[in-house]
């Protein structure tokens, strides 16, 4: 393995298996998993209908390749062109999110022959070369030498630059302007602009409410399309919308949609939405081997069905409500945390030493004496100093209450060793 491949934890974290919310390490320790891991799990661990879906499939017939017909991937495809929003939207599936963003990237371009991207600042969306290539985070963007010509947008951090102190509508202005300014500046047409709803690596940080609106509005009268990446923010995490885009919707909806993670509750499914005449633009055929095969779709498609019926999405509204809410009365007297925030199940907290600086060093701490006390978080954040915090979306209040009352816990020995004093 190589070197640039780094696990979580002082002491690597061994799981062995997972039941609802809960997952059990080779000691055989139980941890409440607050980050349902790092969001693959959408509904629950080791979901009864999902397990059954795959073992029925897999004593089925395992061919892999989108050159066959299978039911359950036009079903689950169809399901998710009716979810999406997209009018007459077709699906792709792929293996990842990165490969669902790559794939996005190969339809905006050659359908505005163009090689320019706008992605924002402080952005992630994959690891294949063309998606590093729009990731606005130096930390997990290792190369320059991408063949996409990039320019990088402000709206989502705005800690830093000349930008931090503006209120909301001052930086939604100030991001317009510049969003104008720098397309005024561009030779030729740009392809598409890509954003996260909420930034998922990026420490769960969202734009002012109605920016991405004012963005859609300056790329619909130029034809630059609209690429939304809910692999963090899709299938109703963020609560009150299934996708993210649907809080920013003044404009209509995006031209490409890309999803992965929590879909296949473990097993590996990304995809693409898009307009019927953006998905057929290309000129050759294109296959994937792994994308979309029975057993992922099967598993899919049992995973999407549990989710609705249950209304998981009104339960991520419900329990990350009140979550949130006794995060905030928790934490309210620790100077260390600058701020909580989020929506639904996708809620980040930011901590900062004394002098407000960014405390990644907090955020390391946290991560392991959450761990101790049996509750595993995930963090991020240009600066990796917030802590995220993304359960399974089927958590139930006296879960979301225990994982609460760890976190006081936790947060209070950071404090503590933050201001220079022993741990309690
Ligand atoms: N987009 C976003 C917003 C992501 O958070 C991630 C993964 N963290 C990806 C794309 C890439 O997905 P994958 O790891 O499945 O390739």
Redesign the pocket.
Known sequence: MPEWLALYYREPLELTHGEGRHVWDAQGRRYLDFFGG?LTTMTAHALPEVTKAVAEQAGRILHTSTLYLDRHMVELAERIAALSGIPDARVFFTT????A?DTALLLATSYRRSNQILAMRNS????SFSAVGITGNSSWSPTSLSPLQTLYVHGGVRRAGPYAHLSDAGFTAACVADLKDMLGQTHGRVAALIA?PIQ??GGFTAPPDGLYAAFREVLAERGILWIT?E??TGWGRTGDHFWGWQAHAEHGPPDLLTF??GIGNGMSI?GVVARAEVMNCLDANSISTFGGSPVTMAAGLANLTHLLEHDLQGNARRVGGLLIERLRAITAGFPVVREVRGRGLMTGIELVEHDGSPSPEGASLALELAREEGLLIGKGGREANVLRIAPPLSLTVAEAEEGATTLESVLRQVQFTIAGKERP
Do not use: C, F, L, W
Not at 124 to 127: P, T
């Open positions: 790092i990842s999110g990165t490969e963003n992630y969306h994959g690891r996260e998922g690596v990446d692999v963090q992965a993670k990304g």
